[in-house]
């Protein structure tokens, strides 16, 4: 759906329903558009469709997993327990180099930008459109937690890092009208720095940013209600991307109440581009307090925003609307199902660990060897004799979650029988298989 429909369509929600609720807060008012309305949603574009059919809520919680510290990755020499990210923590940098690896990994050209006393960096991926390349529509959240405490910052915003690597991970072999931007920011926490940064060299560059979707804190629901807060005011058009949002939330049938906050907080990143006149929305869960109620996370910026706090199902929810927005923003045009360097498939995460019997086997000389991951983690792949000798390591590194294809040869082995051994998640699988010279 054109940016004008939407337009005309919170145009047309807010005169239709004359539903507002007013509030003083900071001396403003704030003003929600109703999100019940009667008129028809535009049909489902198929192919947004799809790739909101591939978000999967197993690799949410496993980059969670990662950047809370509940799961260690490889990381200098060995494995790593992110305790904190604040900017002034070694899990901080250790958070950057995971993001930057994910993003590797799923086949993207990686950018980093260093700025700021303390040594910040963002960190974002690039995809050209096929049509307008030079406009660009963006997804990004912050990947730093509180400053001067030990907070996992699972919600406050490993959430919304997730949802950003999600959809990089979804729309991998999408191809769209508009470039895409893939963007995580540093020193949030600080004042926005990361943000800033990035968007005055934007407005410096030129770049024409159509649309900037900002995610901060999308996985907390504790009373189920699924309400989630789109903030806006009326800076660049940004209330039409507000639009977008709502619209896509019934347009895909995803079960969340929206709501459009006018005028919004400017506490989060997509205030950065509001100051250099650049469209801008944050998705939020509930921000604001609404008729004396207030449902916002209290465990935020606290060693209590831990996993234990986030609705799962509201978090899914979140990041299936954050692409079906994104998707229909940048005008998905083409989906491949294509593999990449390393033989990992495109398409749905696998349900559990797999070893496949290699093929061809019997071999001379050369097999491979397919493997399944339903979850990001380290993995080790190694041959063995028939006497328990070691005789090749296949794989020795942090991998995403899919299917994996491995080339082996043997010329150099003697015929005989030979065990291959795969170990991740805790997992350890051997298969057997057999060398004829």
Not at 127 to 134: D, Q, S
Not at 318 to 327: D, Y
Not at 386 to 392: Q, R, S
């Amino acid at each position: 759906m054109s940016l004008f429909l939407s337009y005309k369509v919170i145009k047309i929600k807010s005169e239709k329903n004359n539903f507002r609720i007013n509030m003083k807060k900071n001396l403003q008012y704030i003003l929600l558009f109703a999100v019940m309305i009667s008129s028809p949603m535009a049909a489902q574009d198929p192919l947004v469709a799809d790739l909101v059919s591939r978000v999967n809520k197993d690799s949410i919680l496993a980059t969670m997993n990662v950047l809370t510290g509940h799961t260690s990755f490889w990381y200098g020499a060995g494995q790593y327990k992110i305790k904190s990210r604040n900017s002034y923590d070694s899990g901080n940098k250790a958070a950057g180099e995971y993001i930057r690896r994910k993003l590797q990994n799923l086949g993207y050209n990686v950018f980093s930008q260093k700025f700021g006393v303390i040594d910040g960096e963002n960190i974002y991926a690039m995809v050209n459109g096929t049509e307008l390349p030079r406009i660009q529509v963006m997804i990004s959240a912050h990947y730093d937690s509180m400053p001067d405490i030990v907070a996992p910052g699972a919600d406050d915003n490993a959430s919304g890092t997730a949802a950003v690597l999600e959809a990089a991970r979804v729309f991998k072999d999408a191809k769209t009208r508009y470039s895409m931007i893939f963007a995580l920011w540093d020193n949030e926490e600080q004042g926005l720095l990361g943000s800033k940064y990035y968007a005055r060299l934007a407005r410096e560059r030129g770049d024409s940013i159509l649309a900037v979707i900002n995610i901060d804190m999308i996985g907390y629901d504790l009373n189920k209600d699924g309400l989630l807060e789109i903030h806006t005011r009326n800076y660049a058009h940004s209330n039409i991307v507000a639009g977008q949002v709502w619209d896509a939330n019934y347009q895909y049938g995803i079960p969340l109440k929206p709501l459009i906050i006018e005028p919004g907080t400017d506490r989060s990143d997509h205030t950065s581009f509001w100051g250099y006149n650049y469209s801008a929305v944050t998705m939020i869960e509930n921000f604001t307090t609404i008729n004396g109620y207030r449902e916002f996370n209290p465990y935020y910026h606290s060693q209590f925003d831990d996993m234990n706090v986030i609705n799962t199902d509201y978090l899914f929810n979140g990041v299936r609307l954050a692409v079906a927005a994104f998707g229909n923003i940048a005008a998905v045009n083409e989906i491949t199902s294509v593999e990449d360097e390393n033989g990992n498939e495109s398409g749905t995460i696998p349900a559990d660990f797999v070893l496949e019997q290699n093929y061809p086997n019997p071999f001379n000389p050369a097999t491979v060897i397919s493997y399944s991951l339903p979850r990001e983690g380290f993995v080790n792949l190694r041959v063995y004799d028939i006497l328990g000798n070691e005789v090749a390591e296949l794989v020795n590194e942090q991998k995403s979650a899919g299917t994996y294809k491995v080339n082996f040869t043997a010329e150099n082995l003697s015929s005989g029988v030979y065990f291959y051994t795969l170990e991740a998640g805790g997992k350890r699988l051997t298969n057997k298989m057999i060398y004829i010279r």
